[in-house]
């Protein structure tokens, strides 16, 4: 036993590890096509963040959105070429990728039926929804994506404010059609506010997240994590299994 648990007693309450979790695969980071990153010194700040919390590999996923970022493969994939091309030239030992974080809207609807998606892992694509206002439609988008031979992937589930009062249940069928849940890290903070944070901390306890992810859009959310790697839920998640490892 060590001398901290011989004064203290227990075990040591020790910090979730963030090199178990090893890919972050939901981020903003090349600089410029979106609300993330708006220059490479500060995607390479990050990135250098990220390979000091133990991450090994980043799947940065820039917004496609009709009305407001009109990214494509070429935009994203030119972009990720600078960022690799960068952090090559100065030694910085994380690897990149990239896919999107797709909006879903009538465009989405479209893209789903006309071209490639930009996937990860296992084509697995991911989509978020509007915060405020349901969709209608959610259904026949999972079965088109799945019809597409795509995985679906729900992002940061605990922050859409439809979704607070009936709790975790909407999760839970989206997993039982074959929807994944990936949940902000942040969100456990109380960054984005205390009834979001109480979703999440539901989401943990009901052990219904797939992927955990950063959504880092600039250093201070790197920053906020590291501050909090000690909490309760946070050292709840290092006894849970993600996927994100299997992304390597």
Do not use: W
Request: glycine residues 6%; hydrophobic residues 40%.
């Amino acid at each position: 036993m060590g001398l901290i648990e011989q004064i203290f007693g227990g075990k040591t309450k020790e910090p979730l590890d963030l090199s178990a979790i090893a890919v972050d695969m939901h981020s903003h980071l090349i600089p410029g096509i979106d609300d993330g990153s708006q220059s490479m010194d500060h995607t390479i700040g990050m990135l250098l963040r990220f390979s000091e919390l133990g991450y090994k590999k980043v799947i940065t996923t820039p917004h496609i959105m009709f009305d407001y970022y009109k990214n494509t493969p070429d935009i994203i994939f030119g972009g990720l070429e600078d960022v690799r091309n960068e952090l090559k030239r100065l030694n910085i030992p994380i690897e990149i990728d990239a896919a999107a974080e797709y909006f879903f809207d009538e465009y989405f609807m479209d893209l789903v039926e006309n071209t490639k998606l930009l996937t990860f892992g296992n084509s697995e694509v991911l989509f978020e929804l509007s915060f405020g206002a349901k969709p209608n439609n959610i259904d026949e988008l999972i079965f088109n994506l799945k019809t597409k031979g795509y995985q679906p992937v729900l992002a940061h589930y605990e922050r859409y404010l439809f979704f607070l009062n009936e709790g975790i249940e909407p999760a839970r069928k989206f997993r039982e059609n074959g929807v994944k849940i990936q949940m902000n890290l942040n969100s456990l903070t109380g960054h984005y506010g205390a009834a979001i944070k109480k979703q999440a901390e539901l989401l943990v306890d009901n052990n219904l997240i797939d992927y955990v992810a950063t959504d880092c859009h600039r250093i201070e959310h790197l920053d906020i994590i590291q501050a909090n790697l000690s909490k309760k839920y946070f050292r709840k998640l290092s006894k849970m299994n993600f996927l994100n490892k299997d992304l390597l």
